[in-house]
C-alpha cells in the first residue's frame, strides 16, 4: 500500500464535481494519503475536471500546462486527470500531455487507491475510464465523517437519459442510475448527526429520479421530510419535461422543502428547443412556471440559458428575451453556445458568428440581471431566515443562504453563529447577494467592526 504520501485535490465544475472530489479524499486517506493544501508540496496533485463548456475545459488544459513546470522541478510528483475531461479525452489526454502520469473517468472513484499503487509501484501511466454497466440501481453511501458542513450535498443518481444535442454529460456520465431511497436517507441521516441542516440532492437530471424502479423525487422528499433535525431540503438540476404535476405541488405542503427551483428553459424559441432537443414549448414551460406559483406563490425560479445556439436568428432571440421577461427569474446562468465534440449540435454548420453571441449574451444579462437586482433590492427592510455556512471569501463576514437560495453576508454575526438558522435584516443588495445584520445578536457585537457600526441601521 502507498502510503505516507500527500495529496492536493483541485475540484472544477459543479457541484456533483465537489462530491466526488470528497468521496476521493475519503477513499485515498483511508489508504494512508494526507491531504495538502498547498500544490506546490503536494506528492499527488488531481484535478477533478469539468467539461460542460469549452471554457471549463481550456481551464483545466492551461493548468496542466503551469503544473509541468512542477514536474520538471521535482519529476517524483505525480499528477492526474480525474472527472469529465479525463472520460472525454481518456487516452488522448495522457498522449498529449507528458506530464501526466494518470487518467480517470467519474466511474473510477473507487479505484484510485488501487490506480495510484500501480503508478507508484510498476511506475506506469494509468487510463481508467470505464464507465458502470449493469441495471438502474447503484449503492455509493456517503463516507462516514465526524463533521459536515451545515449545507451539504447528496448525490442520488448519476447519468442522463436525455441526450440534449449540445450536452456532453450522457456521453461522459453514462446513463441514468439511481440510489436506492433506503441508502440515501441512511447518509441524510449520518450528515444531519454531524452537523449539517441543510441538504441539496444532487443529481443531473433529478426529476426522473429511480426511474426503472418503484422508487420517485416525490418519494425521496417526504422521507427526508421526515428526518428529525434536518431544516432544509432542496434538489437540483430539474429538466421542464419531466418536471411533474406531484413533484410542483410538494412546494405547497412540504414544510422543510425550500421555495426556490432551478428550471433550466435554455431557449425561449420552440424552433431552437427543438433543434436543442429539449421536448417542450416555450408555452410549456410557461405553464409549469403557473403551476409552481400556484403552489408556492413566493417560489424563486433561477434558470440557465444558452445564447447563440447554431442557427439561431434574431427572432428566436427575442424569444428568449421574452421568456426572461415574462418568468422574472430571481437568478440566472447565462452562456454563449459553445460546441462539445462528439454531440449532435456539433455537426450544426450554422454556427452564429460569435461577436452576435456577444452581443446576445449582454442583452439577455441587461434583463435578466435587471429583474434580480430589483427583486434583491425589494428586499430591504425585510427579514430573511438564512443558514449561516461559513466565512466569505476574503474572510471578512460570514455568510449564509436564505430560503430563496440567495447569498446572504451577516455583517455583524459571530463564530457562534455558524450551522445555526437566524433571522437577518438585509440592509443592502446587489445582483449576486444580499447584505444585513443578524437581529438576534448581542448590541455590543454590532459595534465591533468599525465598517459594521458606520452603516448600523437606526434601532
Ligand atoms: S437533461 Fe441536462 S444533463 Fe441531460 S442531456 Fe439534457 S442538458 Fe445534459
Given at each position: 500500500?502507498?502510503?505516507?504520501?500527500?495529496?492536493?485535490?483541485?475540484?472544477?465544475?459543479?457541484?456533483?464535481?465537489?462530491?466526488?472530489?470528497?468521496?476521493?479524499?475519503?477513499?485515498?486517506?483511508?489508504?494512508?494519503?494526507?491531504?495538502?493544501?498547498?500544490?506546490?508540496?503536494?506528492?499527488?496533485?488531481?484535478?477533478?475536471?469539468?467539461?460542460?463548456?469549452?471554457?471549463?475545459?481550456h481551464k483545466v488544459l492551461s493548468l496542466l500546462g503551469q503544473l509541468r513546470t512542477l514536474k520538471d522541478r521535482d519529476p517524483h510528483k505525480v499528477i492526474g486527470v480525474a472527472g469529465c475531461v479525463g472520460q472525454r479525452m481518456g487516452r488522448a489526454l495522457l498522449q498529449t500531455i507528458p506530464a501526466l502520469d494518470f487518467v480517470v473517468g467519474p466511474d473510477a472513484i473507487d479505484r484510485l487507491p488501487g490506480i495510484l499503487?500501480?503508478?507508484?509501484?510498476?511506475?506506469?501511466?494509468?487510463?481508467?475510464?470505464?464507465?458502470d454497466g449493469g441495471g438502474r440501481v447503484y449503492s455509493q453511501p456517503v463516507p462516514s465523517a465526524a463533521w459536515a458542513r451545515p449545507a451539504?450535498?447528496?448525490?442520488?443518481?448519476?447519468?442522463?437519459?436525455?441526450?440534449c444535442s449540445y450536452c456532453i454529460v450522457p456521453f461522459v456520465r453514462g446513463r441514468e442510475k439511481s440510489r436506492p431511497i433506503a441508502e440515501i436517507i441512511a447518509d441524510v441521516k449520518r450528515l444531519v448527526a454531524a452537523g449539517a441542516k441543510e441538504i441539496t440532492f444532487l443529481g443531473q437530471n433529478i426529476n426522473t429520479y429511480g426511474k426503472g424502479t418503484a422508487e420517485t423525487?416525490?418519494?425521496?422528499?417526504?422521507?427526508?421530510?421526515?428526518?428529525?433535525?434536518l431544516e432544509r431540503i432542496r434538489y437540483v438540476t430539474s429538466h421542464p419535461r419531466d418536471l411533474n404535476e406531484e413533484l410542483m405541488s410538494q412546494f405547497g405542503n412540504t414544510p422543510k422543502l425550500c421555495p426556490a427551483l432551478h428550471l433550466p428553459f435554455q431557449a425561449g424559441s420552440d424552433r431552437i428547443l427543438k433543434r436543442m432537443a429539449r421536448f417542450y414549448t416555450q408555452a410549456e414551460y410557461l405553464a409549469k412556471v403557473e403551476r409552481l406559483r400556484h403552489y408556492c406563490p413566493d417560489i424563486a425560479l433561477s434558470t440557465d440559458v444558452i445564447v447563440g445556439f447554431p442557427g439561431e436568428t434574431e427572432e428566436d432571440f427575442k424569444q428568449t428575451l421574452h421568456l426572461l421577461e415574462s418568468v422574472r427569474f430571481s437568478g440566472a446562468f447565462l452562456f454563449?453556445?459553445?460546441?462539445?465534440?462528439?454531440?449532435?449540435?456539433?455537426?450544426?454548420?450554422d454556427e452564429v458568428a460569435e461577436p452576435v453571441k456577444e452581443e446576445r449574451l449582454e442583452r439577455a444579462q441587461e434583463i435578466a440581471y435587471g429583474w434580480i437586482k430589483k427583486e434583491n433590492e425589494g428586499k430591504k427592510g425585510r427579514k430573511e431566515k438564512c443558514l449561516i455556512e461559513s466565512l466569505d471569501k476574503k474572510g471578512s463576514y460570514y455568510m449564509g443562504r436564505s430560503l430563496s437560495n440567495k447569498v446572504v453576508h451577516v455583517l455583524n454575526a459571530g463564530a457562534a453563529c455558524l450551522g445555526k438558522i437566524i433571522e437577518v435584516e438585509i440592509t443592502d443588495a446587489t445582483v449576486a447577494s444580499l447584505k444585513g445584520y443578524y437581529v438576534g445578536a448581542p448590541k455590543v457585537s454590532r459595534q465591533m467592526d468599525p465598517?459594521?457600526?458606520?452603516?448600523?441601521?437606526?434601532a
Open positions: 500500500m502507498v502510503s505516507d504520501k500527500s495529496i492536493y485535490i483541485k475540484t472544477f465544475g459543479c457541484q456533483m464535481n465537489v462530491y466526488d472530489s470528497d468521496r476521493m479524499r475519503a477513499g485515498l486517506e483511508k489508504n494512508g494519503f494526507r491531504p495538502e493544501p498547498d500544490v506546490r508540496r503536494a506528492d499527488v496533485i488531481l484535478l477533478n475536471t469539468c467539461s460542460i463548456r469549452e471554457k471549463a475545459e499503487e500501480e503508478v507508484y509501484s510498476k511506475g506506469s501511466r494509468v487510463v481508467d475510464t470505464q464507465l451539504e450535498f447528496l448525490t442520488v443518481m448519476k447519468g442522463c437519459d436525455h441526450f423525487l416525490s418519494q425521496l422528499i417526504d422521507e427526508a421530510d421526515r428526518v428529525t433535525e454563449k453556445y459553445s460546441s462539445r465534440p462528439g454531440t449532435r449540435a456539433s455537426h450544426f454548420t465598517k459594521i457600526s458606520a452603516s448600523v441601521p437606526p
